[in-house]
């Protein structure tokens, strides 16, 4: 008997159930606000009712309140501490309030700090108010605190939520590519759930890259990805050894730290309510050939290659007669068999790339946060809903994401503090089947692929099976969910005025389910019959689960100790993480019914079943001294002692050090004031430190324990009977002695601003080795009869600079800011087990990302003596062939040994490694209208690549394409065209598509990130409707991009992954509001 069980509607009351508990969370925050809030009257300087119960004479206070550049403040809050009495400021930042002498009156406005004031003998007032970014430049988290910014020595870089405002973004990655120097941000394509690779400072290994560690609100642990940018507050970028040390063996690649948003001291209740509807359009997609040409580059490329024709005269024939509309069918008949004309035969002209891509999709976000204080208590809630639709015209994907983020902070009594911060998201990935690679992964090139004449209806008005259209409007679903919660406990004691204490422990989970149906589909034959869909029977249904756990301790205390001018800050502490992961999937064919997909609902004969699971725990001790002489001098001295399962006893634990010292120059009494008024403040720092890294990638989890590989029975005859008997395979070798990777920084570093700081200005320069990386051993005798165990034996060093310069100024109501930065690095090999330096793997000495190929010389004519040529060993060149140029001189264009030495005639012609990063950022505000302006780009990076998606023909007829551009191609007629002579079979298609001077491509670009207008309605309008502030904006993303890849080519520079043959980026032009209630 089968049991089915609605998994879908269980689903959705249990998501039903958790939106009303958020909608119930926000309903009582709101109530609760109304209840408790300042009144928002920001029409003019309305008064409340005042009952003067104590008898002293009532003073008549008024004054003004503005900004740093004096610019009025309107809306302002400005009410009696302890009291519902208030008043806002009028349109010029102007108030009247009654008051007591004595009393204190606190002003509160949304992005400043909070100022309290108490009344005295004054009765007008003028109120400056200190905006909170500003305090953030002052103030930077660091690992395990906060320090000011003058008193810092490390390389840390921190921005506001402002980057990340008002964009419709997925990610928070997205919205941090280009602001930070040394952050390198690589997209993986435009699908809706796509991630970026985040990169710290360039090469973190050999073919691998390192990923920097993130902390959320000072916890190791957390997804990036999975966090809701309006959360938000504020991303410090820890780039040095040095500063990162207090993570130790999590670090060894840097560290983005995470503060999301807190409410705040004596700050009134506020909710906010932001959404953006965005609608997308994807850019860069190849614009294929008409099948005409289409047909007529096939055959002459087969011809070249010594083969038939693919198209023959009657389909040409009708694909005229289709063009010229005599003929109304995409294709006909076959004469023989009960089927339709398909690759060779059908009469189509189909762009399938419009076909397959719809031309707008429409996403959209919506963000609620609520935050609040009492005398001990602060809270911020934030909810989240993320929607976005892919770009496929049928069978639909799209990408869901929920957000809940709850941040509480309590005295409970004068000396005991508890925090606590808790966030869940769930994302929800839906898309079409891939059926067996059809309409999945490289998805740009299965269409790309797709011939033009090929139908997409038959004469029936049925949908063609070769379209592969009926796979994703009609097939089953892939679906994946992730549930990621992550709750933090905190005791915070205050010992004494300058010694606190921290424990806190902190969950932190992923779970993940994946679904795949395949269902089994019909379509019609000529003769009316239905045959089934290839590669969709039999059906099927696949389940992955996974449950990763992290449980993390954290245990430290500080203390501060001020003896004049000599400050001492020390900091201690434990860490201890245990991490568990398991997973299990199962699967099996021949489903009793597609309308119930399940395991338990299908009867194959070889259901498949596996499972998965590891255990990894860290401990490590750290330690933070900084020493400050009068803000002048400052010593930061920083270690850690870590230890992992991942090693043997022997080897386990290690210690890293870190030292950081900093000058601040302007602190010294030569510094007159005739050079403060143009230099106001100088620094300089440097830093030396050290961390362990132990790449799972490389390691595994288990790297001191041999596997033995096993092999199940097969009922196939065999040697020995009639069926083949289960067996395991010889382990492999193990290094005893295997430990970490020491990762060693240089920095050094220069701080200063200018013209009363309006003009800053931030330099790095740094040096990076990575010792003891993880790579082959020693080649052993062939007798033993196994590969040799990975060892400790490879090293690598990074270079690189960062830059930033910014300026922010007004001109009377006009504020304005402009921020540019520049970066680069480059690498290269220091050491590698490759004594002979062969080009087909690592070796000492080589750069980082150095492509090496031959210089092209011309294409061969027929002029030349062809019979005669000497050209990697073939002999079959004629006019249209690529001549490339003899280097050592020898007569015969080879390889050589494929050695540095002797690498025949070929050299390094460029390096794919990104260079000179660089971004601009401006944005300004003039009397409620403000604008901003974010591009990004790379100065400089080569690229080289033989996919179909550049070159078109690529030896295969069914891997090939042609696109527009594909046009400028060499043919007796047009002798000078962009692309050589192409082939299809023949062997030796390749010899034109070795990589060459002619087409490496020019990969820098410049891109117009993001363009934002936005409007914010005058007091005096939005306090009509009882809301404080109200903004409009529209927004622009990938608005225009500049490079030269594409003179010959449909590449999109930021979209190189996997040959550019994946989701293709969008353009997204989006418009939403703030309300601030």
């Known amino acids: 008997m089968i049991k089915n069980y609605n998994t879908n509607a269980i689903f959705k009351i249990k998501k039903v159930a958790f939106l009303q508990l958020i909608l119930g969370t926000f309903m009582v925050s709101a109530v609760y606000a109304k209840n408790t809030t300042v009144s928002n009257s920001i029409n003019t300087a309305e008064e409340f009712k005042i009952e003067n119960k104590t008898g002293v004479a009532v003073e008549k206070i008024t004054g003004q309140v503005v900004d740093e550049q004096g610019v009025s403040l309107p809306g302002v809050n400005v009410y009696k501490k302890g009291t519902k009495t208030g008043v806002s400021t009028d349109l010029d930042g102007n108030f009247t309030i009654d008051a007591n002498k004595g009393e204190v009156l606190v002003f509160s406005y949304l992005g400043f700090l909070n100022q309290e004031i108490q009344i005295r003998d004054n009765k007008i007032l003028k109120i400056v108010l200190k905006s909170e970014a500003q305090q953030m430049n002052e103030v930077v988290v660091v690992g395990y605190g906060s320090q000011k910014?003058?008193?810092?020595?490390?390389?840390?870089?921190?921005?506001?939520?402002?980057?990340l405002q008002d964009r419709p973004i997925t990610r928070l990655s997205q919205g941090l590519q280009g602001a930070v120097g040394g952050l390198n941000i690589i997209s993986n394509g435009g699908a809706p759930n796509a991630t970026q690779s985040i990169n710290i400072r360039g090469f973190t290994g050999l073919g691998t890259s390192g990923s920097p560690l993130v902390v959320i609100d000072g916890i190791q642990g957390g997804d990036i990805n999975s966090i809701n940018a309006?959360?938000?507050?504020?991303?410090?970028?820890?780039?040095d050894a040095a500063a990162s040390a207090v993570y130790g063996s999590s670090a060894p690649y840097g560290v983005i730290l995470i503060k999301t948003k807190q409410g705040k001291k004596g700050q009134p209740v506020s909710i906010t309510y932001n959404n953006n509807f965005t609608f997308d359009a994807p850019i860069g997609l190849p614009k294929m050939l008409n099948s005409l040409d289409f047909a007529k580059i096939y055959n002459q490329s087969l011809a070249n290659g010594g083969g038939a024709p693919f198209f023959n005269q009657d389909?040409?024939?009708?694909?005229t007669a289709y063009q010229n509309g005599t003929l109304t069918t995409e294709t006909v008949a076959n004469t023989t068999g009960d089927s339709y004309k398909a690759w060779g035969g059908a009469n189509a002209n189909n762009d399938w790339f419009k076909i397959y891509f719809k031309d707008i999709s429409l996403s959209q976000q919506h963000n609620i946060g609520v935050s609040g204080a009492t005398d001990n208590s602060?809270?911020?809630?934030?909810?989240g809903y993320n929607k976005k639709e892919g770009m496929y015209r049928y069978g639909d994907d799209n990408y869901k994401r929920y957000n809940l983020r709850a941040n509480l902070s309590s005295n409970l009594t004068e000396w005991l503090t508890f925090n606590f911060r808790g966030a869940f998201s769930q994302d929800i990935y839906d898309t079409p089947n891939t059926y067996a690679g059809k309409t999945g992964g490289n998805y740009m090139h299965q269409i790309g692929r797709k011939h033009p004449n090929l139908a997409l209806y038959n004469p029936d008005g049925g949908i063609s099976d070769e379209s592969d259209i009926l796979l994703l409007k009609d097939g089953g679903r892939n679906i994946v969910t992730n549930d990621k919660p992550i709750f933090t406990g905190e005791f915070v004691s205050k010992f004494t005025k300058n010694w606190t204490g921290t424990v806190n422990y902190t969950f932190d989970g992923a779970f993940n389910n994946q679904t795949n149906h395949v269902k089994t589909l019909y379509t019609a034959l000529p003769s009316g019959t239905l045959r089934e869909v290839g590669g969709t029977a039999p059906n099927g249904f696949a389940r992955y689960f996974s449950k990763y756990q992290k449980n993390i301790i954290n245990a430290f205390t500080s203390y501060d100790l001020d003896l004049n001018k000599h400050q001492f800050k020390f900091l201690g502490g434990y860490v201890q993480e245990l991490t568990t992961f398991s997973a299990l999937s199962g699967s099996n064919n021949n489903l009793y019914s597609d309308k119930i997909p399940s395991i338990s609902t299908s009867y194959g004969a070889t259901p498949s079943v596996s499972d998965?699971?590891?255990?990894?725990?860290?401990?490590?001790?750290?330690?933070?001294?900084?020493?400050?002489?009068?803000d002048k001098y400052l010593v930061e001295v920083t270690g850690r002692y870590d230890g992992s399962s991942r090693f043997l006893k022997d080897v386990r634990w290690k210690a890293y050090p870190g030292v950081s010292v900093g000058w601040n120059v302007n602190k010294e009494s030569f510094w007159s004031e005739n050079i403060e008024n143009v230099v106001n403040t100088l620094k300089f720092r440097a830093s030396y430190g050290s961390l362990g890294a132990q790449d799972p990638d490389l390691l595994g989890n288990y790297p001191f324990y041999p596997s033995l590989g096993t092999v199940s029975p097969t009922s196939s005859n065999w040697f020995f009977g009639p069926t083949r008997q289960p067996y395991v395979n010889t382990p492999g070798l193990v290094d005893p002695t295997l430990t970490w990777v020491t990762t060693t920084t240089r920095n050094f570093g220069v701080d200063a601003s200018f013209l009363n700081r309006r003009l800053t200005a931030v330099f790095d320069m740094y040096t990076r080795k990575m010792d003891d990386y993880i790579g082959p051993a020693q080649e052993l005798p062939g007798i033993l009869g196994i590969s040799a165990p990975r060892t400790n034996s490879t090293a690598l060093e990074t270079k690189g600079f960062e830059l930033t310069l910014a300026w922010h100024d007004n001109i009377g109501d006009f504020k304005y800011g402009v921020r540019g930065v520049l970066s680069d690095y480059k690498g290269r090999v220091t050491k590698y087990p490759n004594p002979n330096k062969l080009l087909n793997t690592w070796y000492e000495g080589q750069q980082m990302g150095e492509i090496w190929g031959f210089v092209t010389d011309r294409y061969f004519t027929a002029e030349d003596d062809l019979a005669n040529v000497k050209q990697m060993a073939l002999s079959n060149w004629s006019a249209g062939d690529i001549k490339y140029k003899d280097l050592n001189g020898d007569g015969d264009i080879t390889w050589g040994n494929s050695t540095v030495a002797n690498p025949g005639d070929r050299k390094v012609i460029g390096n794919s490694t990104p260079r000179y990063s660089y971004s601009f950022f401006t944005d300004g505000s003039y009397k409620g209208f403000d604008y901003s302006i974010f591009i990004q780009g790379v100065g400089k990076r080569d690229y080289y690549t033989t996919s179909n998606m550049y070159f078109g023909i690529v030896g295969s007829e069914w891997q090939s394409s042609l696109f527009t551009e594909h046009l400028d191609r060499w043919t007796p007629e047009n002798p000078n065209g962009f692309f050589p002579k192409a082939y299809i079979g023949g062997g030796n298609w390749w010899k034109n598509t070795e990589a060459q001077t002619k087409y490496l491509i020019n990969a820098a670009y410049l891109r117009i990130k993001n363009v934002q207008i936005g409007y914010t309605l005058p007091a005096a309008i939005s306090n009509q409707v009882k809301i404080q502030k109200l903004r409009f904006y529209i927004s622009a993303d990938?608005?225009?991009?500049?490079?030269?890849?594409?003179d010959h080519s449909v590449l999109d520079p930021e979209n190189t992954f996997s040959d550019a043959k994946n989701y293709p980026l969008q353009r997204s032009i989006s418009v939403g509001a703030n309300i601030t209630l």
């Open 149 to 163: 910014k003058t008193n810092l020595t490390g390389s840390v870089t921190q921005i506001d939520s402002k980057v």
């Open 230 to 239: 309006n959360d938000v507050e504020s991303v410090s970028v820890i780039k």
């Open 315 to 319: 389909a040409i024939d009708r694909m």
């Open 378 to 383: 602060n809270y911020y809630v934030g909810l």
């Open 612 to 630: 998965n699971a590891y255990k990894l725990a860290i401990q490590g001790y750290f330690g933070r001294i900084n020493y400050s002489y009068d």
């Open 1038 to 1046: 990938n608005l225009g991009t500049f490079t030269k890849m594409n």
